[in-house]
């Protein structure tokens, strides 16, 4: 803070402190009543810069990264000419704490195609990627 | 998430928590009974937004969690 701000700041505190002496009630539910309102600015300008910045990599891409390269280029986050139905079937193998390789690597069955599916030993069962499914999410489960 | 609380911050929840008596001591709530599932509603959103991962404002610039 720098020295020209010291006062102003020092005199909003007092100010605000006398008004929470005087009108105590008022100032509390204006208080709580616009954190409310400030809710939405802080998801809005939380989410601009990761708009713009590409999507962080979320607990199971980490995952993919680090096990050895399985997957293919097209399902790399950010990759913005990936299909909506790719992620809509990464999310729901995830949350199943399944993951499938894009394809059989490696060997067929009778049935044409065998499905190599990796259990990740990391990987939280909730894992997600991106704002929308991340906000909603307790922190309890994203913790490693 | 730099710059941002993740989650409702605790003494803020708080505060949230008890804006229906803020409101119910100014006479903007007058009947306890009537508004009763609707802060029970209000109580439980509060709860969702304390252990959510929704940014919010921080007291303190260049805080998290």
Same mark, same amino acid.
């Not at chain 1, 059989?104 to 990627?129: D, I, N, Y």
């Not at chain 2, 006479?27 to 439980?44: S, T």
């Given at each position: ?13 007092? %100010? ?28 809005? =300008? ?19 990264? $680090?096990? $050895? ?5 097209? &399902? %790399?986050? $950010?990759?913005? &000419?990936? =299909?909506? /139905? ?6 729901? %193998? ?12 490696? $060997? ?26 991340? /906000? ?7 913790? =490693? | ?65």
């Amino acid at each position: 803070v720098s020295r020209e701000l010291v006062l102003p700041i020092l005199a909003a505190v007092v %100010l605000v402190a006398v008004l929470l002496i005087a009108y105590t009630w008022q100032m509390l539910a204006l208080m709580a009543l616009t954190y409310i309102a400030l809710i939405p600015f802080g998801i809005r =300008s939380y989410a601009a810069p990761e708009a713009r910045m590409g999507r962080p990599l979320g607990p199971h891409a980490q995952a993919r990264r $680090g096990a $050895g390269g399985l997957a293919a280029a097209p &399902s %790399l986050p $950010g990759n913005r &000419s990936v =299909s909506l /139905l790719h992620h809509v079937k990464e999310h729901a %193998l995830a949350l199943r704490g399944l993951w499938a390789p894009e394809a059989s690597r490696g $060997g067929g069955s009778a049935g044409g195609r065998c499905r190599k599916r990796v259990r990740l030993a990391g990987a939280p069962v909730a894992a997600s990627e991106g704002l929308h499914s991340t /906000l909603f999410q307790p922190r309890w489960a994203l913790r =490693s | 998430m730099s710059g941002y609380f993740t989650g409702v911050p605790a003494p803020a929840g708080a505060g949230l928590a008890l804006a229906p008596f803020y409101l119910g001591f100014l006479g903007i709530i007058p009947d306890g009974r009537a508004a009763a599932p609707v802060i029970l509603v209000y109580i439980a959103l509060v709860a969702v937004a304390m252990v959510s991962r929704i940014p919010t404002f921080p007291a303190r610039p260049s805080a998290s969690g």
